[in-house]
């Protein structure tokens, strides 16, 4: 998994005040649903591409389009920003979410399932990771880079996270029925975990990314294939209580098959859409991610936006295990330094008062549900398609002081087969500050 953001899309960016500014009310109109106000303010930020923040509206505004289900304009602007792929718009617009196939995942690939944990567990994980949780603040969420912990499994081992292992064996079950030529080859050894809390609106999408071993990619190999885990896991704690997709309002995750190996391209891919109580199960080298959701109000009542809070693990094995970080130093007034992946949980000596949060047992062995799968929508082929445009469009030049690092990966730059060895650069890049 790659760093957490608030919102995934919004490019990175260093600029003049007056261009930052427009940039910054095109991003609240958007949250609104006043997207007509949001592409007036993002068209004339952009400009001619001039510098780093015309770029980032620019990028903006093509998303913006797309999302809106103007297409060819929208590729106008990516062949100026030097794109030249996209993901299937039918992902972009929403056109899929709303009318696509269902089916219950891939063998080997991806599935979903209702009803995953206790009704007891959910609700200590759900009061452990609400909006008000000492846990965000503590970790002062969302933090510029990506951290976890993790939670050792093997029998005899303990690392503090009751909860979380309660979780893990609910999810190990699933995993060992679903994936068993995955699980079943090796013992599951740990559990890898994080959590995120996204606002409901445009800002709750999450770049595209592989799941990987992050602390252990700075002595990796050049050319080696990074380590991942066995399968990932994302355990929805809020979501729309309807099971069709069409209702849902929340950001759908996104699977593809897409894995790690040289020259790999998607060919299929799925959408899985936030319920409480809702796992999806993947194969732990996929590239995945959550599409970011369009709020029109200009057609529609705002709803209520409920937070999306969600727990993720990843269930590791012994061949590769994960290299582990110590546990993070928290400072008199809790608030959490050095965070990396894969730490250990902090112990009882520690300033976190958040891990009490997760220390106590849920008793939740007498009121579970048998799980059941979930649909999803998919499988949707041609995921990657190039950018065209009817109309004759030359790219931008690119200045130094104009360069910009675009977020979300849902226009690459670069052949789609390339997203891998991307996805590790950065990845260590950022191991290394």
Not at 78 to 100: E, H, M, T, V
Not at 194 to 221: I, K, V, Y
Not at 257 to 280: E, F, I, M, V, Y
Request: charged share 20%; hydrophobic share 35%; aromatic share 6%.
């Amino acid at each position: 998994a790659m760093g957490k953001r608030p919102r995934a899309c919004i490019a990175k960016k260093r600029s003049k005040v007056s261009k930052s500014n427009l940039l910054e009310q095109a991003a609240t109109a958007k949250d609104e649903g006043k997207n007509s106000r949001a592409e007036e303010l993002l068209s004339e930020a952009a400009g001619t591409g001039t510098g780093p923040v015309a770029r980032a509206a620019a990028y903006e505004l093509a998303l913006l389009l797309s999302q809106l289900d103007r297409h060819e304009e929208a590729d106008t602007w990516l062949l100026k920003l030097g794109f030249r792929y996209k993901l299937n718009p039918a992902i972009l617009d929403g056109s899929f979410l709303q009318s696509g196939p269902s089916c219950n995942g891939l063998e080997g690939v991806v599935a979903a399932f209702d009803n995953v944990l206790p009704g007891s567990l959910l609700e200590s994980l759900c009061s452990a990771f609400k909006p008000t949780s000492s846990f965000w603040q503590q970790h002062c969420y969302p933090t510029p880079a990506f951290f976890s912990y993790n939670e050792p499994l093997i029998k005899g081992t303990f690392g503090g996270a009751v909860l979380i292992r309660e979780a893990a064996a609910c999810l190990h079950t699933l995993a060992q029925k679903t994936f068993p030529a995955i699980v079943g080859t090796q013992q599951v050894t740990s559990a890898e975990w994080w959590a995120h809390l996204r606002p409901g609106g445009s800002g709750s999408g999450h770049q595209l990314h592989f799941d990987l071993d992050e602390a252990g990619l700075a002595a990796l190999a050049d050319g080696a294939k990074p380590g991942h885990p066995l399968v990932s896991c994302v355990i929805y704690l809020s979501g729309c209580p309807s099971s069709d997709a069409a209702e849902a309002r929340m950001s759908p995750t996104l699977v593809t098959d897409q894995d790690l190996s040289d020259g790999s391209k998607a060919q299929n891919a799925w959408l899985c859409t936030p319920k409480t109580n809702r796992a999806l199960l993947f194969n732990g080298d996929r590239l995945h991610g959550v599409i970011p959701t369009l709020l029109n109000t200009e057609r529609q009542t705002p709803p209520e936006q409920e937070q999306r809070v969600t727990l993720m693990l990843g269930l590791w094995g012994s061949a590769p295990e994960p290299t582990c970080s110590p546990a993070p130093n928290f400072c008199g007034n809790g608030m959490g330094l050095q965070l990396r992946p894969n730490m250990r949980f902090p112990d009882q000596d520690s300033k976190a008062t958040w891990t009490s949060l997760l220390q106590k047992t849920s008793c939740s062995s007498g009121d579970a549900l048998p799980p059941r799968p979930a649909g999803l929508r998919g499988p949707l082929t041609s995921v990657w398609c190039p950018v065209e445009s009817k109309v004759a469009c030359e790219a931008w030049p690119v200045t130094h002081s104009g360069s910009v690092e675009f977020l979300g990966r849902w226009f690459p730059e670069e052949p789609p087969e390339t997203l891998q060895q991307m996805a590790v650069d950065v990845a260590r890049k950022s191991g290394k500050k």
